[in-house]
């Protein structure tokens, strides 16, 4: 779903294509929705938002409808009316902090267009009557910080080193910095340009529930002082409030709950992710500064700008097999085999020198976590599996790629042995 359609107009043909000119959202790989021109970016559940909304708004109804209205004249000065005010424009606050939460960038890091370039080279390997080196990406980079020696992992998808601390979310198909969770209340991955208004966001929500908490109980009291009644009986007057009592406790649980443990996550600088999966209580935390400092990093530093610029215009190519320029062949349609396919990614239970390990190795069905602990299973890879880049000759078993590059001494096409394979990338 897109706020704006591309234009219908094509460019100039170009190498047996066409180009259009369009917007980066509109050609964006990742499975994120996009509003009014690509100036919002939500998750694939956004209807979930929804239901967070109604979640919120059906109880304040309540609330000003049977309790709020019936307090307006119970306080001197008619010092009543404040109460229905404040549930209202807090509600509208607590909306607000889920929508910008929900609808901004969480920090997506750009896909690459090609796999970085490989950086060992083991034996030659013959293919066919051409004497052809194997290339091999490693799977893991080891970078410092703060002293700790950590790994960085590739990602297939995106075809990059994922930054510390970054990881794919299998939801949103995204590699995402400061990778704290894909929430599904929100819809929306949880990451360092969103965190803080996303913690926000549920401390509010608390803040909503105690309030409707407590006033229902003042109009209870009230009824029970006026009509000179048992706790029970004045219950019994005004089930509205039974029933809000009732829902504010239980969210209470849960918002407050969430509250309380992001607050212990912000204090020992780690995100949901990496307390989940690394357990940091028996080795050192390499992003931990202490309390204030860590405090300081989440509401006082500025939020980094977006590295994505989605309304940005770009050319896209058709996707048809061409004639390149120097006699190659580039194919974006092969279809993928089998064994092209991209394997289950395993955790890597090693040491690497200083008793850590992977900050973003990813197991299971995704890449990323969700509130739910659910997920979809992530999609295909674009980049070459690393550690195994191998390069086949062009006619082996008749099987394509979707990002083949082949070179030749002619541009044609019959798949013949004669021409001189220079480069796959393989899904």
């Excluded at 819809?187 to 929500?205: D, K, P, T």
């Excluded at 409707?212 to 048992?230: D, L, M, P, R």
């Amino acid at each position: 779903m897109y706020g704006v359609h591309p234009p219908k107009n094509s460019g100039d043909a170009v190498g047996g294509g066409t180009t259009e000119v369009i917007r980066t959202y509109q050609t964006w790989k990742g499975s994120n929705i996009f509003f009014l021109g690509g100036r919002f970016i939500f998750g694939p559940d956004i209807r979930s938002i929804f239901i967070s909304i109604f979640l919120i708004v059906a109880p304040v109804v309540v609330f000003c409808a049977f309790v709020a209205r019936k307090l307006l004249d119970k306080f001197s000065h008619h010092s009543g009316i404040s109460i229905m005010v404040i549930a209202i424009v807090f509600t509208i606050y607590v909306i607000t902090l889920l929508l910008i939460t929900s609808g901004r960038d969480p920090g997506i890091v750009p896909r690459n267009t090609h796999p970085p370039e490989p950086e060992m080279i083991d034996q030659n390997t013959e293919v066919g009557s051409v004497q052809t080196p194997q290339l091999r990406l490693p799977r893991f980079k080891e970078v410092i910080v703060n002293g700790c020696t950590l790994k960085v992992k590739y990602c297939d998808t995106c075809m990059l080193y994922r930054p510390a601390r970054c990881s794919h979310c299998s939801i949103c198909d995204n590699c995402v910095e400061r990778f704290d969770h894909h929430c599904p209340w929100v819809g929306q991955c949880i990451g360092l340009r969103n965190y803080r208004f996303f913690f926000m966001f549920v401390s509010s929500a608390t803040l909503l529930c105690i309030y409707v908490f407590a006033f229902c109980w003042v109009y209870v009291v009230k009824i029970k002082n006026s009509e000179e009644t048992s706790i029970w009986g004045a219950l019994v007057k005004t089930p509205a409030s039974i029933v809000l009592i009732i829902y504010t406790f239980i969210c209470v649980w849960f918002v407050g709950g969430l509250t309380v443990f992001h607050l212990y996550l912000i204090s020992t600088n780690q995100s949901t992710y990496e307390n989940f999966r690394y357990r940091y209580d028996q080795s050192v935390n390499p992003y931990n500064r202490g309390v204030i400092n860590n405090f300081k990093e989440v509401f006082w530093r500025s939020i980094p700008p977006s590295k994505n610029n989605f309304r940005a215009v770009v050319v896209r190519e058709s996707e048809t097999v061409h004639q390149a320029s120097g006699g190659g062949l580039v194919n974006s349609n092969l279809e993928k085999t089998p064994s092209d396919r991209e394997i289950d990614d395993r955790k890597v239970t090693g040491d690497n020198g200083s008793g850590r390990v992977d900050q973003n190795e990813q197991t299971g069905h995704g890449e990323g976590h969700s509130d739910l602990r659910g997920g979809q299973p992530r999609r295909s890879s674009w980049g070459r599996r690393s550690g195994s880049w191998e390069l086949p000759s062009d006619n082996a078993s008749g099987r394509g790629d979707s990002n083949r590059i082949i070179g030749g001494s002619s541009g044609s096409l019959d798949g013949s042995r004669g021409g001189q394979l220079t480069g796959q990338y393989r899904q």
